[in-house]
C-alpha cells in the first residue's frame, strides 16, 4: 500500500466532476488496489474521509471512517465505508451548521450547514449495490466526501465565511461554542 499525495486548495483537480467507474472494474487489482492507497491515505493523516480527487484521480471513489480520531475527538464512530458511485438524496429540508476541516483545506476549520438526513446509494468496494440512510455526523462526511467528487469543496457551503478559522485559533476562540445549542 502506499500513501498518496493530497491536493490542496487551489489544484485544479479539485474542481473537477469525477468520472464514474464501470461496474465491472470496480474488482480489478488497480481499482482495488488504489481504493487501498486511499483507505491507507486516509489513515495516514487522521481524515474523517477522503476523495479520489483529493489524491489527483478524479474517479468516483471515497472512503470514510471514524475511529476515536484526534482530529474529531467528540465525532461518533463510523466503520469504513467506500462508495463508489454514489448518489445522494437529501432527505430533510433542515440544515444544521456543523463545523468542518479537510485533509486538502489544511489546518482550517469552517462551520457548515448539511442536511441532517441523506439517502446514499452507491456501490461498495465488491461491486455489491448500497442503499442506507445516513444521520447526523454521518450524513455530514458523505455530503463533505461526495461533495468532492462534484468537484464542490466545503467552503463553497459555508454560509458565513467569517466563521473560516485557523485551527489554532478556533482552538482558542471557538472551541466548544455552538455545540451546546441544540
Ligand atoms: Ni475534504
New binding site residues.
Given amino acids: 500500500m502506499a500513501i498518496l499525495k493530497v491536493a490542496r486548495l487551489g489544484h485544479p483537480v479539485l474542481r473537477q466532476v469525477a468520472r464514474p467507474v464501470p461496474v465491472d472494474a470496480i474488482r480489478a487489482p488497480e481499482t482495488q488496489r488504489f481504493i487501498d492507497d486511499l483507505i491507507e491515505t486516509m489513515r495516514e493523516y487522521d481524515g474523517a474521509g477522503l476523495?479520489a480527487n483529493?489524491v489527483h484521480t478524479p474517479q468516483q471513489i471515497c472512503v470514510i471512517e471514524v475511529l476515536s480520531n484526534p482530529r474529531y475527538p467528540d465525532a461518533p464512530e463510523i466503520p469504513l465505508t467506500v462508495v463508489i458511485n454514489p448518489v445522494v438524496t437529501p432527505l430533510t429540508d433542515e440544515m444544521e451548521d456543523g463545523w468542518e476541516g479537510?485533509?486538502?483545506v489544511p489546518e482550517m476549520r469552517g462551520l457548515v450547514p448539511r442536511h441532517t438526513a441523506v439517502r446514499l446509494t452507491c456501490h461498495d468496494r465488491d461491486g455489491q449495490p448500497v442503499d442506507l440512510i445516513a444521520k447526523d455526523f454521518f450524513a455530514r462526511v458523505v455530503q463533505?466526501?461526495t461533495d468532492?467528487l462534484q468537484g464542490v469543496v466545503?467552503v463553497d457551503r459555508m454560509r458565513d465565511l467569517r466563521t473560516l478559522c485557523h485551527v489554532a485559533e478556533w482552538n482558542k476562540h471557538w472551541l466548544g461554542l455552538r455545540e451546546q445549542d441544540d
Fill in positions: 476523495a483529493q479537510c485533509l486538502s463533505h466526501e468532492h466545503y
